[in-house]
Protein backbone atom coordinates (compact mmCIF):
# COMPACT_ATOMS: atom_id res chain seq x y z
CA UNK A 1 0.00 0.00 0.00
CA UNK A 2 1.40 3.56 -0.90
CA UNK A 3 1.57 6.24 1.28
CA UNK A 4 -1.17 8.00 0.02
CA UNK A 5 -3.61 4.67 -0.57
CA UNK A 6 -2.48 4.41 3.48
CA UNK A 7 -3.49 8.08 4.87
CA UNK A 8 -7.06 7.70 3.27
CA UNK A 9 -7.79 3.47 3.11
CA UNK A 10 -10.21 2.83 6.14
CA UNK A 11 -8.43 1.20 9.34
CA UNK A 12 -10.36 -2.19 8.98
CA UNK A 13 -11.05 -3.32 13.12
CA UNK A 14 -11.58 -6.79 14.32
CA UNK A 15 -13.44 -6.70 17.97
CA UNK A 16 -12.22 -9.25 20.87
CA UNK A 17 -15.04 -9.82 22.93
CA UNK A 18 -18.47 -8.73 23.31
CA UNK A 19 -18.59 -7.19 26.39
CA UNK A 20 -21.51 -4.28 27.60
CA UNK A 21 -19.19 -1.28 27.28
CA UNK A 22 -18.56 -2.33 23.38
CA UNK A 23 -22.21 -2.44 22.79
CA UNK A 24 -23.15 0.81 24.55
CA UNK A 25 -20.51 3.17 23.94
CA UNK A 26 -17.54 2.01 21.90
CA UNK A 27 -19.06 -0.10 19.16
CA UNK A 28 -21.73 2.68 18.30
CA UNK A 29 -18.70 5.15 18.23
CA UNK A 30 -16.35 3.01 15.88
CA UNK A 31 -19.44 2.26 13.68
CA UNK A 32 -19.80 6.30 12.66
CA UNK A 33 -16.10 7.30 12.59
CA UNK A 34 -15.47 8.68 9.12
CA UNK A 35 -12.37 5.91 7.71
CA UNK A 36 -13.18 3.31 10.29
CA UNK A 37 -14.44 -0.30 8.92
CA UNK A 38 -15.71 -2.81 11.45
CA UNK A 39 -14.66 -6.12 9.97
CA UNK A 40 -15.24 -8.94 12.37
CA UNK A 41 -16.37 -9.65 16.04
CA UNK A 42 -14.52 -12.63 18.29
CA UNK A 43 -16.15 -13.79 20.96
CA UNK A 44 -16.32 -17.60 22.44
CA UNK A 45 -19.84 -18.16 21.81
CA UNK A 46 -21.00 -17.31 18.14
CA UNK A 47 -24.47 -16.90 19.01
CA UNK A 48 -22.98 -14.00 20.71
CA UNK A 49 -20.62 -12.58 18.09
CA UNK A 50 -23.63 -12.54 15.58
CA UNK A 51 -25.60 -10.72 17.78
CA UNK A 52 -23.23 -7.80 17.55
CA UNK A 53 -22.27 -7.86 13.72
CA UNK A 54 -26.65 -8.18 12.83
CA UNK A 55 -26.18 -4.18 14.73
CA UNK A 56 -22.52 -3.41 13.56
CA UNK A 57 -21.60 -4.90 10.81
CA UNK A 58 -18.88 -7.35 10.28
CA UNK A 59 -18.17 -11.20 10.57
CA UNK A 60 -18.85 -12.84 13.77
CA UNK A 61 -15.45 -15.44 14.37
CA UNK A 62 -15.78 -17.80 17.48
CA UNK A 63 -12.70 -17.73 18.89
CA UNK A 64 -10.15 -14.67 19.52
CA UNK A 65 -7.09 -16.39 18.05
CA UNK A 66 -9.46 -17.13 14.85
CA UNK A 67 -9.24 -12.77 14.46
CA UNK A 68 -5.87 -12.44 14.85
CA UNK A 69 -5.42 -14.37 11.68
CA UNK A 70 -7.70 -13.08 9.85
CA UNK A 71 -6.10 -10.60 6.84
CA UNK A 72 -8.87 -8.12 6.62
CA UNK A 73 -8.27 -6.80 10.46
CA UNK A 74 -5.66 -4.02 10.59
CA UNK A 75 -6.36 -3.12 14.23
CA UNK A 76 -7.73 -5.16 17.52
CA UNK A 77 -10.21 -2.95 19.75
CA UNK A 78 -9.72 -5.07 22.93
CA UNK A 79 -13.42 -5.30 25.44
CA UNK A 80 -12.03 -8.59 27.45
CA UNK A 81 -11.94 -9.14 30.87
CA UNK A 82 -9.43 -6.89 32.69
CA UNK A 83 -7.24 -10.10 33.61
CA UNK A 84 -7.33 -10.92 29.75
CA UNK A 85 -6.16 -8.09 28.28
CA UNK A 86 -2.24 -8.37 28.58
CA UNK A 87 -2.30 -11.55 26.86
CA UNK A 88 -4.75 -11.09 23.75
CA UNK A 89 -3.26 -7.48 23.14
CA UNK A 90 0.57 -9.01 23.32
CA UNK A 91 -0.88 -11.29 20.99
CA UNK A 92 -2.41 -9.00 18.46
CA UNK A 93 0.55 -6.90 18.71
CA UNK A 94 2.44 -10.06 17.34
CA UNK A 95 -0.07 -10.23 14.91
CA UNK A 96 0.71 -6.92 13.55
CA UNK A 97 -1.94 -5.83 14.47
CA UNK A 98 -2.51 -1.75 16.32
CA UNK A 99 -4.92 -1.88 19.33
CA UNK A 100 -7.53 -0.08 21.03
CA UNK A 101 -7.42 -1.88 24.44
CA UNK A 102 -10.35 -0.89 27.02
CA UNK A 103 -8.96 0.52 30.70
CA UNK A 104 -7.35 -0.48 32.22
CA UNK A 105 -4.98 -1.40 29.43
CA UNK A 106 -3.41 -4.44 31.89
CA UNK A 107 -3.77 -5.29 35.45
CA UNK A 108 -0.20 -4.37 36.66
CA UNK A 109 2.80 -1.97 35.69
CA UNK A 110 5.14 -4.60 34.71
CA UNK A 111 2.47 -5.66 32.04
CA UNK A 112 1.43 -2.49 30.77
CA UNK A 113 5.36 -1.50 30.42
CA UNK A 114 5.40 -4.85 28.34
CA UNK A 115 2.52 -3.83 25.81
CA UNK A 116 4.34 0.02 25.16
CA UNK A 117 7.38 -1.73 24.79
CA UNK A 118 6.00 -4.18 22.18
CA UNK A 119 4.21 -1.53 20.48
CA UNK A 120 7.39 0.34 19.92
CA UNK A 121 9.44 -2.57 18.40
CA UNK A 122 6.96 -3.11 15.90
CA UNK A 123 5.71 0.85 15.30
CA UNK A 124 2.24 -0.16 16.01
CA UNK A 125 -0.49 1.94 17.54
CA UNK A 126 -1.23 0.75 20.92
CA UNK A 127 -3.91 3.11 22.84
CA UNK A 128 -5.71 2.76 26.64
CA UNK A 129 -9.25 3.84 25.62
CA UNK A 130 -9.14 6.00 28.10
CA UNK A 131 -11.91 7.99 26.79
CA UNK A 132 -12.70 11.27 28.90
CA UNK A 133 -8.82 12.37 27.75
CA UNK A 134 -10.72 13.30 24.63
CA UNK A 135 -13.36 14.98 25.95
CA UNK A 136 -13.04 19.09 25.50
CA UNK A 137 -14.10 20.09 29.22
CA UNK A 138 -11.15 19.21 31.11
CA UNK A 139 -8.88 21.07 28.49
CA UNK A 140 -10.75 24.27 29.50
CA UNK A 141 -10.23 23.41 33.01
CA UNK A 142 -6.35 22.58 32.45
CA UNK A 143 -6.86 26.36 30.95
CA UNK A 144 -8.91 27.85 33.91
CA UNK A 145 -5.92 26.32 36.24
CA UNK A 146 -3.10 27.61 34.03
CA UNK A 147 -4.58 31.37 33.85
CA UNK A 148 -4.81 31.55 37.62
CA UNK A 149 -8.53 31.64 37.70
CA UNK A 150 -8.71 28.86 41.10
CA UNK A 151 -5.26 30.54 42.18
CA UNK A 152 -2.79 28.27 43.95
CA UNK A 153 -4.07 24.94 43.63
CA UNK A 154 -4.53 23.22 47.11
CA UNK A 155 -6.29 20.16 46.40
CA UNK A 156 -8.02 17.69 43.95
CA UNK A 157 -11.11 15.17 44.81
CA UNK A 158 -12.34 12.76 42.17
CA UNK A 159 -15.21 10.75 42.46
CA UNK A 160 -16.52 7.68 40.70
CA UNK A 161 -19.11 5.38 42.19
CA UNK A 162 -22.41 3.70 41.57
CA UNK A 163 -24.64 1.02 42.51
CA UNK A 164 -24.13 -3.09 43.33
CA UNK A 165 -23.64 -4.72 40.04
CA UNK A 166 -25.20 -8.27 39.43
CA UNK A 167 -23.47 -11.06 41.16
CA UNK A 168 -22.71 -12.68 38.26
CA UNK A 169 -20.81 -9.65 37.24
CA UNK A 170 -17.36 -10.11 35.89
CA UNK A 171 -16.23 -7.44 37.94
CA UNK A 172 -16.73 -9.43 40.83
CA UNK A 173 -14.50 -11.83 40.00
CA UNK A 174 -10.80 -11.79 41.33
CA UNK A 175 -9.55 -14.52 38.65
CA UNK A 176 -10.18 -11.97 35.47
CA UNK A 177 -9.12 -8.71 37.36
CA UNK A 178 -12.36 -7.37 38.92
CA UNK A 179 -12.42 -4.92 41.68
CA UNK A 180 -13.26 -1.24 42.39
CA UNK A 181 -9.93 -0.22 41.96
CA UNK A 182 -9.55 -1.05 38.42
CA UNK A 183 -12.51 -0.64 37.22
CA UNK A 184 -13.57 2.61 38.37
CA UNK A 185 -10.66 4.07 40.88
CA UNK A 186 -8.43 4.66 36.96
CA UNK A 187 -10.74 7.27 36.23
CA UNK A 188 -9.52 9.75 39.27
CA UNK A 189 -6.37 8.78 38.88
CA UNK A 190 -5.61 9.42 35.18
CA UNK A 191 -8.29 12.45 35.74
CA UNK A 192 -5.17 13.85 38.15
CA UNK A 193 -2.39 13.02 35.97
CA UNK A 194 -4.42 14.80 32.89
CA UNK A 195 -5.19 18.32 35.15
CA UNK A 196 -1.83 18.49 36.98
CA UNK A 197 0.71 16.98 34.51
CA UNK A 198 3.14 14.32 34.76
CA UNK A 199 6.00 16.73 35.66
CA UNK A 200 4.01 17.58 38.51
CA UNK A 201 4.65 13.49 39.29
CA UNK A 202 1.78 12.27 41.69
CA UNK A 203 2.90 9.65 44.52
CA UNK A 204 0.46 7.59 47.07
CA UNK A 205 0.33 8.36 50.39
CA UNK A 206 -2.19 5.82 51.92
CA UNK A 207 -5.31 4.15 50.88
CA UNK A 208 -8.09 2.62 52.29
CA UNK A 209 -9.71 -0.79 49.99
CA UNK A 210 -13.13 -2.69 50.89
CA UNK A 211 -13.44 -6.19 50.32
CA UNK A 212 -16.25 -8.36 49.45
CA UNK A 213 -15.02 -11.81 51.06
CA UNK A 214 -17.11 -13.46 48.83
CA UNK A 215 -15.78 -12.69 45.84
CA UNK A 216 -12.05 -11.50 47.18
CA UNK A 217 -12.20 -8.22 45.00
CA UNK A 218 -11.82 -4.88 46.93
CA UNK A 219 -15.75 -3.39 46.07
CA UNK A 220 -14.92 0.20 46.95
CA UNK A 221 -12.10 2.55 48.45
CA UNK A 222 -10.05 5.87 48.93
CA UNK A 223 -6.51 6.54 48.14
CA UNK A 224 -4.50 9.77 49.25
CA UNK A 225 -2.01 11.10 46.97
CA UNK A 226 0.56 13.97 46.33
CA UNK A 227 2.29 15.82 43.97
CA UNK A 228 5.91 16.82 44.42
CA UNK A 229 4.79 20.95 44.68
CA UNK A 230 2.17 19.55 47.31
CA UNK A 231 -1.41 19.47 45.66
CA UNK A 232 -3.34 16.87 47.39
CA UNK A 233 -5.30 14.31 45.73
CA UNK A 234 -8.31 12.19 47.16
CA UNK A 235 -9.74 9.41 44.52
CA UNK A 236 -12.70 7.97 45.68
CA UNK A 237 -14.08 4.90 43.95
CA UNK A 238 -16.48 2.06 44.28
CA UNK A 239 -19.40 0.09 43.06
CA UNK A 240 -20.88 -0.15 46.43
CA UNK A 241 -22.37 3.92 46.36
CA UNK A 242 -25.31 6.07 45.00
CA UNK A 243 -24.18 7.03 41.53
CA UNK A 244 -21.05 9.49 41.37
CA UNK A 245 -19.10 11.19 38.43
CA UNK A 246 -17.72 14.20 39.32
CA UNK A 247 -14.28 15.89 40.70
CA UNK A 248 -13.04 19.12 42.12
CA UNK A 249 -10.54 21.38 42.19
CA UNK A 250 -10.22 23.90 45.40
CA UNK A 251 -7.45 26.59 44.78
CA UNK A 252 -6.19 29.95 47.34
CA UNK A 253 -8.62 31.49 45.41
CA UNK A 254 -11.61 29.66 44.02
CA UNK A 255 -13.41 26.29 43.95
CA UNK A 256 -14.12 24.81 40.99
CA UNK A 257 -16.62 21.95 40.59
CA UNK A 258 -17.71 19.16 37.83
CA UNK A 259 -20.30 16.85 37.80
CA UNK A 260 -21.12 14.04 35.54
CA UNK A 261 -17.24 14.30 34.90
CA UNK A 262 -16.16 10.55 33.46
CA UNK A 263 -18.62 9.26 31.16
CA UNK A 264 -21.12 11.83 29.81
CA UNK A 265 -23.53 11.10 27.11
CA UNK A 266 -22.96 12.81 23.74
CA UNK A 267 -25.95 15.34 24.35
CA UNK A 268 -24.43 16.68 27.95
CA UNK A 269 -23.44 20.35 28.01
CA UNK A 270 -21.47 20.19 30.87
CA UNK A 271 -21.29 22.85 33.65
CA UNK A 272 -17.79 24.42 35.43
CA UNK A 273 -19.14 25.58 38.55
CA UNK A 274 -16.78 27.92 40.48
CA UNK A 275 -17.48 29.47 43.20
CA UNK A 276 -15.27 32.30 45.02
CA UNK A 277 -15.94 34.26 48.45
CA UNK A 278 -18.91 36.33 47.18
CA UNK A 279 -19.25 34.94 43.50
CA UNK A 280 -20.60 31.73 41.86
CA UNK A 281 -20.27 31.85 37.89
CA UNK A 282 -21.31 28.45 36.32
CA UNK A 283 -19.82 27.59 32.79
CA UNK A 284 -22.51 26.30 30.19
CA UNK A 285 -19.90 24.02 27.63
CA UNK A 286 -20.73 22.49 24.49
CA UNK A 287 -21.87 19.01 24.28
CA UNK A 288 -19.12 16.35 22.75
CA UNK A 289 -18.74 12.43 22.25
CA UNK A 290 -15.66 11.91 24.08
CA UNK A 291 -16.20 8.20 22.83
CA UNK A 292 -16.33 9.29 18.67
CA UNK A 293 -13.60 11.33 19.99
CA UNK A 294 -12.12 8.34 20.92
CA UNK A 295 -12.43 6.28 17.90
CA UNK A 296 -11.43 8.60 15.53
CA UNK A 297 -8.21 9.93 17.23
CA UNK A 298 -7.18 6.46 17.13
CA UNK A 299 -8.23 5.76 13.23
CA UNK A 300 -5.85 8.56 12.74
CA UNK A 301 -3.08 7.93 14.38
CA UNK A 302 -3.36 4.36 12.49
CA UNK A 303 -3.18 5.47 9.55
CA UNK A 304 -0.45 8.05 10.07
CA UNK A 305 1.54 4.76 11.36
CA UNK A 306 0.73 3.16 8.18
CA UNK A 307 2.00 6.20 6.50
CA UNK A 308 5.32 5.99 8.13
CA UNK A 309 4.79 7.95 11.19
CA UNK A 310 5.81 6.85 14.69
CA UNK A 311 3.88 5.16 16.36
CA UNK A 312 4.52 6.23 19.95
CA UNK A 313 1.27 7.32 22.49
CA UNK A 314 1.41 10.92 23.52
CA UNK A 315 -0.19 9.87 26.78
CA UNK A 316 1.89 6.46 26.70
CA UNK A 317 3.87 7.93 29.83
CA UNK A 318 0.90 8.70 31.92
CA UNK A 319 -0.74 4.96 31.23
CA UNK A 320 2.38 3.35 32.56
CA UNK A 321 2.20 5.82 35.68
CA UNK A 322 -1.54 5.11 36.20
CA UNK A 323 -0.94 1.41 36.13
CA UNK A 324 1.82 2.32 38.79
CA UNK A 325 -0.27 3.93 40.98
CA UNK A 326 -2.56 1.06 40.92
CA UNK A 327 0.36 -1.41 42.14
CA UNK A 328 1.38 1.65 44.82
CA UNK A 329 -2.64 1.62 45.92
CA UNK A 330 -2.61 -2.26 46.28
CA UNK A 331 0.67 -2.46 48.18
CA UNK A 332 -0.03 0.31 50.75
CA UNK A 333 -4.08 -0.26 51.38
CA UNK A 334 -5.27 -0.89 54.42
CA UNK A 335 -7.72 -3.60 53.74
CA UNK A 336 -11.16 -3.77 55.24
CA UNK A 337 -13.65 -6.95 55.68
CA UNK A 338 -17.02 -5.27 53.62
CA UNK A 339 -19.54 -5.96 57.18
CA UNK A 340 -22.19 -8.17 57.02
CA UNK A 341 -20.74 -10.07 53.64
CA UNK A 342 -19.38 -13.57 53.92
Sequence with gaps: MSAADSATAPVRIGVLGAASVAWRRMLPALAAAAGVEITALASRELARATRFTDRFGGVPVRGYAELLARPDVDAVYLALPNGL???????????????????????????????????????????????????????????????????????????????????????????????????????????AQLLLGDEDRLEVSGAVLRIDPASGVDVSGSALLATRSGVIVTAEFGFEHSYASRYQLWGAAARLAVDRAFTPPPEHRPVLRIDEQDHTEELVLAAADQYACTATAFAVAVRAARSGAPATAPDAAATLRTAELVDEIRATARRITVPGSG
Excluded: I
Aim: charged share 20%; net charge positive; hydrophobic share 45%.
Design 85 to 191: HHRWAAAALRAGKHVLGEKPLTTEAAATADLLRLAGQRNLVLRENFTPAHHPMHGVVRDLLAAGRLGALRHLTGSFCFPPLPGGDVRYRADLGGGALLDAGVYPLRL
